[in-house]
């Protein structure tokens, strides 16, 4: 089984970027898809970015559309999140989970069975 190990946290300014990596330290990612998921302090967790490892087409938050890109990294055998134009309402700790969703619960927390520590973005000047 994968056990998601996050990356790439860190304090940031408005309009800056930053890149997330999600490595696994057991297995491979092959037969699961990766979701970017994040948490601010008082709210719930939210849905933020995914994709099967396999290929296929990613997914996103609305709030992250146009801004933020998942990847594959094949020979790191990572899941990349690059943060572009990033606000305060970004900041958040940020967990990458792997798991075997259908489509239409991709977006959802409860379909991803490993999770990793979380790394925290904070945007801020």
């Known amino acids: 089984q994968v056990q998601p190990v996050e990356s790439g946290g860190g304090l940031v300014q408005p309009g800056g970027s930053l890149r997330l990596t999600c490595g696994t330290s057991?297995?491979?990612?092959?037969?699961?898809?990766v979701g970017w998921f994040r948490q601010a302090p008082g709210k719930e967790r939210e849905f933020v970015a995914a994709?099967?490892?396999?290929?296929?087409?990613?997914y996103y938050a609305d709030s992250v559309k146009g801004r933020f890109s998942i990847s594959k990294d094949t020979a790191a055998n990572a899941i990349i999140l690059q943060m572009n134009s990033l606000t305060p309402e970004d900041t958040a700790v940020y967990y990458c989970?792997?798991?075997?969703?259908?489509?239409?619960?991709?977006?959802?927390?409860?379909?991803?069975?490993?999770w990793g520590q979380g790394t925290q973005v904070t945007v801020a000047s």
């Open positions: 989970a792997a798991g075997r969703p259908i489509t239409s619960t991709i977006r959802t927390a409860g379909a991803y069975y490993y």
């Open positions: 057991r297995d491979t990612f092959g037969s699961y898809a």
């Open positions: 994709r099967r490892w396999s290929g296929g087409t990613p």
